[in-house]
C-alpha cells in the first residue's frame, strides 16, 4: 500500500460535485457526480427544482448532501482514502440555508445564487445604507447573497425564521454536515458573498446584520480564517475508506477558490473563467470596491482580495453569433485568425439578454456597423474584441497592472479568443493543464494545513499552463485607439436605453 498521505478537495458547485485526492507528488484522482445523470430522484437536474417563477431558483440541500457523499464514495474507489489526512471543499457561492443548532436543514429547498426574487429585499437595503453598504460589504446588494434571501425568508415565513438557529451560506451549510456537532463556521472568502461582512475587519457588520432581519446577528455563523480547522469530520461522511475525525479545513467559495487552484492568487495576477457567463475575477492587495457597482469584492482564501465581475453574456452570446454565422467552433477561431486587431474599426455590445456588467436590463446588441453588411468573420471578431474590451474597461477600478491572465472555461479552448485577451490587456494569457481548479483549490488548503507547505509553493508546483500567450506590442496602440472607442460606445448606448 502506498503510505503516502492525502488531502482531499471537494467542489460542490450547481450541476454537480467533484472530489480531488492531492498527494505530495500531485493530484492522484478526481471523482465526479452529476446531478441529472446520477441523482435524478431529486428532481433538480440542472442545479435547481422547477418553479413556475422564473425568478425562483431554488435547489435541494439534500441533494448537495448525497452529491458530496458518492463524490467521495467513487474517490475512494480510485485512491485509498484512509491515507487521507485532511479534507476542505467549497461550495457554489450565497444562497440560504436555515437550518436548526445541528446542522439539519429547515426545508426541502434552498435558494440558491441564480435565484432573482429579491429585488424588493435590495431596493431596501439599497435605501438604508446606500454607497456605504458596497464601501462596506463590497458589493451593492446582489439578489443572490445570503443577505437579501434572509430578509425575504424572514419575511415571507416569520415563524421558520424564527425557528431558525442558523442562517448559512451554501458552503458553511455543507461544512456543518461534514463536521461532527453540525454547526460550522464560515471564511471570509464566503461571508464576503452576503452583503452582511465589513470587508476591512472580516467580522459581521452589526447595523447591517441587524437591519437586514430580525435575530440576524446571532443566527450567524462565526467567521474564522480560511486556514481554520472547522471540526472533525462526522461519521456519517467516513465514506469511500475516509476515517471518521480527519480535521476538516473551513469551506469556501468556489470563485475563491478557483483563483487559489489557478495559481492566480498573488496580486495582480487574474483569472478570466469563460464559462455559460464569462467571470473575471482578479487578486488585490486591499479592498476597493467599484464606484459604479457592477463588481463583486470577496476576500480570497489565501487571506487576500479579489475582485468577482460576471459577464453574464458571455459564451451565450459567443455561441449564439456562431451560429447565426453558419460556422462550427473551428471555424470562429479561423475567423479570428484570419482578421487584424480591430478591423474595420468595429464595436459590438453582444447585450442578446440583461446584462450585469455593465448593468443592462434592456436586452438588445448594439453595434457600430451595420451587421447585416459584415462578413462573418468580422462579425465574430466584433464580438470578442467587445467582450475583451469590456472586461478590460470594467476592470480599471482595480487599480493594477496584471501581470498574467489564466484563462480556463469553455472559451479558453480556442486560441483566438486567448491572442485577444492578451492583445487588448497586453499582459500574458495562460492555460493551464487541469481543469478541476476548485477543486484543487480546497485540496490545496488542506494539504497546506496537513504538511505545512505554504499556499504559494503549492501553486508554483501544481498549477502549471498548458499555454502561454504572450502580447504583441504592435497592437498596443491600436487597442488603445479601440478601448477609448469602445468606452464611448458603451455609455452613448447606455444613456440612449435610459
Ligand atoms: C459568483 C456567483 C457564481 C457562483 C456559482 O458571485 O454567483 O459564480 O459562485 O458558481
Same mark, same amino acid.
Request: net charge negative.
Given at each position: 500500500?502506498n503510505?503516502?498521505?492525502?488531502?482531499?478537495?471537494?467542489?460542490?458547485?450547481?450541476?454537480?460535485?467533484?472530489?480531488? *485526492?492531492?498527494?505530495?507528488?500531485?493530484?492522484?484522482?478526481?471523482?465526479?457526480?452529476?446531478?441529472?445523470?446520477?441523482?435524478?430522484?431529486?428532481?433538480?437536474p440542472?442545479?435547481?427544482?422547477?418553479?413556475?417563477?422564473?425568478?425562483?431558483?431554488? *435547489?435541494?440541500?439534500?441533494m448537495?448532501?448525497?452529491?458530496?457523499?458518492?463524490?467521495?464514495?467513487?474517490?475512494?474507489?480510485?485512491?485509498?482514502?484512509?491515507?487521507?489526512?485532511?479534507?476542505?471543499?467549497?461550495?457554489?457561492?450565497?444562497?440560504?440555508?436555515?437550518?436548526?443548532?445541528?446542522?439539519a436543514?429547515?426545508?426541502?429547498?434552498?435558494?440558491?445564487?441564480?435565484?432573482r426574487?429579491?429585488?424588493?429585499?435590495? *431596493?431596501?437595503?439599497?435605501?438604508?445604507?446606500?454607497?456605504?453598504?458596497?464601501?462596506?460589504?463590497?458589493? *451593492?446588494?446582489?439578489?443572490?447573497?445570503?443577505?437579501?434571501?434572509?430578509?425575504?425568508?424572514?419575511?415571507?415565513?416569520?415563524?421558520a425564521?424564527?425557528?431558525?438557529?442558523?442562517?448559512?451560506?451554501?458552503?458553511?451549510?455543507?461544512?456543518?454536515?461534514?463536521?461532527?456537532?453540525?454547526?460550522?463556521?464560515?471564511?471570509?472568502?464566503?461571508?464576503s458573498?452576503?452583503?452582511?461582512?465589513?470587508?476591512?475587519?472580516?467580522?459581521?457588520?452589526?447595523?447591517?446584520?441587524?437591519?437586514?432581519?430580525?435575530?440576524?446577528?446571532?443566527?450567524?455563523?462565526? =467567521?474564522?480564517?480560511?486556514?481554520?480547522?472547522?471540526?472533525?469530520?462526522?461519521?456519517?461522511?467516513?465514506?469511500?475508506?475516509?476515517?471518521?475525525?480527519?480535521?476538516?479545513?473551513?469551506?469556501?467559495?468556489?470563485?475563491?477558490?478557483?483563483?487559489?487552484?489557478?495559481?492566480?492568487?498573488?496580486?495582480?495576477?487574474?483569472?478570466?473563467?469563460?464559462?455559460?457567463?464569462?467571470?473575471?475575477?482578479?487578486?488585490?492587495?486591499?479592498?476597493?470596491?467599484?464606484?459604479?457597482?457592477?463588481?463583486?469584492?470577496f476576500?480570497?482564501?489565501?487571506?487576500?482580495?479579489?475582485?468577482?465581475?460576471?459577464?453574464?453574456?458571455?459564451?451565450?452570446?459567443?455561441?449564439?453569433?456562431?451560429?447565426?454565422?453558419?460556422?462550427?467552433?473551428?471555424?470562429?477561431?479561423?475567423?479570428?485568425a484570419?482578421?487584424?486587431p480591430?478591423?474595420?474599426?468595429?464595436?459590438?455590445?453582444?447585450?442578446?439578454?440583461?446584462?450585469?456588467?455593465?448593468?443592462?436590463?434592456?436586452?438588445?446588441?448594439?453595434?457600430?456597423?451595420?451587421?447585416?453588411?459584415?462578413?462573418?468573420?468580422?462579425?465574430?471578431?466584433?464580438?470578442?474584441?467587445?467582450?475583451?474590451?469590456?472586461m478590460?474597461?470594467?476592470?480599471?477600478? =482595480?487599480?493594477?497592472?496584471?501581470?498574467?491572465?489564466?484563462?480556463?472555461?469553455?472559451?479558453?479552448?480556442?486560441?483566438?479568443?486567448?491572442r485577444?485577451?492578451?492583445?487588448?490587456?497586453?499582459?500574458?494569457?495562460?492555460?493551464?493543464?487541469?481543469?478541476?481548479?476548485?477543486?484543487?483549490?480546497?485540496?490545496?488548503?488542506?494539504?497546506?494545513?496537513?504538511?505545512?507547505?505554504?499556499?504559494?509553493?503549492?501553486?508554483?508546483?501544481?498549477?502549471?499552463?498548458?499555454?502561454?500567450?504572450?502580447?504583441d506590442?504592435?497592437?498596443?496602440?491600436?487597442?488603445?485607439?479601440?478601448?477609448?472607442?469602445?468606452?464611448?460606445?458603451?455609455?452613448?448606448?447606455?444613456?440612449?436605453?435610459?
Amino acid at each position: 500500500m502506498n503510505g503516502k498521505p492525502l488531502a482531499v478537495g471537494i467542489d460542490a458547485s450547481t450541476q454537480g460535485v467533484k472530489a480531488l *485526492a492531492l498527494g505530495p507528488d500531485g493530484v492522484e484522482a478526481v471523482a465526479a457526480v452529476n446531478f441529472a445523470k446520477d441523482l435524478p430522484s431529486f428532481g433538480a437536474p440542472e442545479g435547481f427544482a422547477p418553479d413556475p417563477d422564473p425568478a425562483v431558483r431554488r *435547489a435541494p440541500p439534500a441533494m448537495w448532501e448525497a452529491g458530496v457523499r458518492l463524490a467521495l464514495e467513487r474517490l475512494g474507489a480510485e485512491v485509498d482514502l484512509a491515507r487521507a489526512g485532511c479534507v476542505s471543499g467549497a461550495a457554489q457561492q450565497h444562497g440560504l440555508v436555515l437550518s436548526d443548532a445541528a446542522g439539519a436543514p429547515l426545508s426541502a429547498l434552498a435558494p440558491i445564487w441564480m435565484d432573482r426574487s429579491t429585488g424588493a429585499e435590495c *431596493a431596501a437595503l439599497e435605501a438604508r445604507f446606500g454607497a456605504a453598504l458596497r464601501e462596506r460589504t463590497g458589493s *451593492a446588494a446582489a439578489e443572490r447573497f445570503t443577505g437579501p434571501q434572509a430578509r425575504k425568508a424572514a419575511r415571507e415565513d416569520p415563524a421558520a425564521w424564527e425557528r431558525a438557529a442558523r442562517a448559512h451560506c451554501i458552503a458553511s451549510w455543507l461544512n456543518s454536515r461534514l463536521v461532527e456537532g453540525g454547526d460550522a463556521p464560515v471564511d471570509p472568502g464566503s461571508a464576503s458573498g452576503q452583503n452582511l461582512m465589513d470587508l476591512a475587519t472580516r467580522a459581521w457588520d452589526a447595523d447591517i446584520a441587524a437591519f437586514t432581519a430580525p435575530g440576524l446577528p446571532a443566527k450567524l455563523p462565526r =467567521i474564522v480564517p480560511s486556514d481554520a480547522v472547522s471540526g472533525a469530520l462526522a461519521p456519517a461522511f467516513a465514506v469511500g475508506g475516509l476515517r471518521a475525525g480527519v480535521p476538516v479545513v473551513v469551506w469556501s467559495g468556489d470563485n475563491p477558490d478557483s483563483l487559489l487552484g489557478m495559481g492566480c492568487a498573488a496580486p495582480g495576477e487574474a483569472v478570466a473563467s469563460l464559462g455559460t457567463s464569462d467571470t473575471f475575477f482578479a487578486s488585490m492587495d486591499a479592498p476597493r470596491t467599484d464606484p459604479d457597482g457592477f463588481g463583486n469584492v470577496f476576500c480570497t482564501s489565501a487571506g487576500g482580495y479579489m475582485s468577482l465581475s460576471c459577464f453574464t453574456n458571455g459564451a451565450l452570446a459567443r455561441d449564439r453569433v456562431r451560429r447565426e454565422e453558419g460556422l462550427d467552433w473551428d471555424g470562429f477561431d479561423a475567423a479570428l485568425a484570419a482578421t487584424a486587431p480591430w478591423d474595420g474599426r468595429r464595436l459590438m455590445l453582444p447585450w442578446f439578454s440583461p446584462e450585469s456588467v455593465p448593468r443592462v436590463a434592456r436586452a438588445g446588441a448594439a453595434y457600430s456597423f451595420d451587421p447585416a453588411a459584415a462578413t462573418p468573420a468580422q462579425r465574430v471578431r466584433a464580438l470578442v474584441e467587445g467582450q475583451a474590451m469590456a472586461m478590460k474597461t470594467h476592470a480599471a477600478w =482595480i487599480g493594477a497592472r496584471f501581470s498574467r491572465i489564466g484563462v480556463t472555461g469553455g472559451g479558453s479552448k480556442c486560441a483566438g479568443i486567448l491572442r485577444i485577451l492578451a492583445d487588448v490587456f497586453q499582459t500574458p494569457v495562460e492555460r493551464l493543464e487541469g481543469t478541476e481548479t476548485v477543486a484543487l483549490g480546497a485540496a490545496m488548503r488542506a494539504w497546506s494545513h496537513l504538511a505545512g507547505e505554504p499556499l504559494a509553493a503549492l501553486a508554483a508546483r501544481l498549477c502549471r499552463p498548458a499555454l502561454r500567450v504572450e502580447p504583441d506590442p504592435a497592437a498596443a496602440p491600436v487597442y488603445a485607439e479601440a478601448l477609448a472607442a469602445y468606452a464611448a460606445f458603451e455609455r452613448d448606448t447606455l444613456a440612449a436605453r435610459g
